[in-house]
């Protein structure tokens, strides 16, 4: 704690002393940085960590360190370089960011959604699969040649907004850390530590910031790296998992602070009941997180975590599934329960986001831990702010219903035993990927039905 406080005392020393000037998100301090010091006028310098300052928009923020107090909003109106809209991290922090937005259709979703009702002849079957494209839904990057799309996705909300006065809300998946999905096959990703990783994964997030300023006026709400650090509580025993533990953190600790610089909001992706719910996983696992929260300086756009992502539980299970034995969280309501006071207690008071996009359908795995394509499962319960818990600010869909979890070939290097068990659809195409078949069953056992 003194040290960090020293250092907080030597950055605000800094700009005194020099003299040129640093562009709006340029570096203007850190541990040997020998560059300007001050900001260009309508930003200020501000510390993310003792090697990195930067100019973020408004006035500075306070020199103290780190609280657990729910952030506060800058009382300044900071506007884009060259431009006088006013930036999203203007928008008032406090609160759900769900609340007020319309949540904008993912074009990439549609799209697939369209092709995939073309493909149905059974006509009450195609009404119904029509239906899904009104749903919204999170579009995922999880390859860096994605990344410029978003600046199109970006740009359609902002024309919808501007037309309809309906404020509209992006929803991402931040999902390209090196090393990706250590501690199974399926979705073994672009980017290997030993090959630049961490580099390559800072240059993605870059690129998602870049994009993400062209757009000010447009809200985004992100959940970061499923799967990643859920792996980092439960599988160090897993070797690639130990061996990405660093990059991991770095990775999402600069993805939080980068994406908070440029307002937008976040989640953290937390696994689900069956995960991180075991009573024995729930302590460090709220360790993990929190730390992580405080040593990023607690970024205000960072909301809580994200559950269930791509899973299959019930957020309210009307009993338990007899795959839960063992686990009193045996849903993700009870999960989020046990979680959130571990969580405030370490100095994060998170709010939750949880993904129901495939949870229509309970009872319907032989293992908890079987994630693959599961048979029989529905699309489920409608995204809503309407959640009837305080803690949890949305019900989302986050997987796209349709694209695939792994694939069944054996021979492929990507091929994960737990999408060859006999609970899994079988002829599954590659992660990530269409399957049509899975598409339409999600249709036709959706609970509600559409
Ligand atoms: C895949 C990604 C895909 C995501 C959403 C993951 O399992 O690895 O490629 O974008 O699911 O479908």
């Known amino acids: 704690m003194f040290k960090y406080s020293a250092l907080l005392a030597l950055v605000a020393l800094m700009p005194a002393i020099a003299n040129a000037q640093s562009p709006l998100y340029g570096q203007c301090g850190g541990i040997g940085w020998s560059g300007a010091t001050t900001c260009v006028s309508g930003s200020s310098c501000q510390k993310l960590n003792d090697y990195y300052s930067q100019c973020l928009p408004g006035a500075a923020a306070p020199t103290s360190a780190p609280t657990s107090a729910p952030p506060t909003s800058p009382t300044v109106t900071p506007t884009a370089p060259g431009s006088s809209v006013p930036l999203p991290s203007t928008t008032p922090t406090a609160g759900n960011p769900f609340v007020g937005y319309e949540a904008f259709l993912s074009p990439y ?14 006509p009450t079957l195609k009404a119904k699969a029509a239906k899904v494209a009104s749903v919204p839904n999170f579009t995922w990057f999880d390859v860096i040649a994605k990344v410029p799309t978003l600046g199109d996705y970006l740009s359609a909300a902002s024309a919808k907004q501007a037309s309809t006065g309906t404020k509209q809300l992006v929803q991402i998946v931040v999902y390209d850390l090196p090393d990706r999905d250590c ?21 993605y997030i870059d690129q998602i910031v870049a994009q993400v300023k062209k757009f000010p006026d447009v809200r985004i709400v992100a959940v970061i790296e499923p799967d990643s650090l859920a792996n980092l509580v439960t599988n160090l025993n897993v070797q690639k998992c130990s061996g990405a533990q660093t990059a991991y953190k770095q990775g999402v600790t600069y993805a939080m602070q980068q994406l908070n610089a440029v307002g937008v909001y976040m989640y ?18 709220a360790q993990l997180f929190a730390q992580l929260y405080k040593d990023a300086g607690s970024p205000q756009f960072v909301r809580g975590l994200a559950t269930n992502v791509a899973n299959f539980n019930a957020l309210r299970a009307s009993s338990p599934d007899p795959i839960t034995q063992g686990n009193q969280n045996y849903d993700e309501i009870h999960y989020i329960e046990a979680l959130a006071p571990a969580l405030s207690s370490q100095g994060f008071p998170a709010s939750f986001i949880v993904d129901q996009g495939r949870s229509g359908v309970q009872n319907i795995r032989q293992q908890w831990g079987d994630w693959c394509n599961v048979k029989g499962a529905g699309f489920g319960m409608r995204p809503t702010t309407n959640t009837g818990s305080s803690l949890i600010d949305a019900v989302v869909w986050v997987k796209p219903g349709g694209e695939c979890d792994g694939t069944t070939n054996t021979s ?39």
């Not at 979703?109 to 059974?122: C, L």
């Open 109 to 122: 979703y549609q799209d697939e959604v369209t092709a995939a009702v073309s493909a149905i002849s059974d």
């Open 183 to 203: 501690a199974a096959l399926a979705s073994n990703g672009e980017f290997s530590i030993a090959n630049n990783g961490l580099n390559n994964y800072k240059g």
């Open 268 to 285: 953290l992706d937390a696994g689900h009941a069956g995960w991180l719910g075991w009573p024995a996983n729930l302590t460090p696992a």
């Open 412 to 450: 492929s290097p990507r091929y994960d035993a737990h999408c060859g068990l006999s609970d899994a659809a079988p002829n599954a195409p590659e992660a990530g990927t269409w399957f049509q078949s899975y598409f339409e069953t999600l249709v036709s056992a959706a609970n509600p039905a559409f």
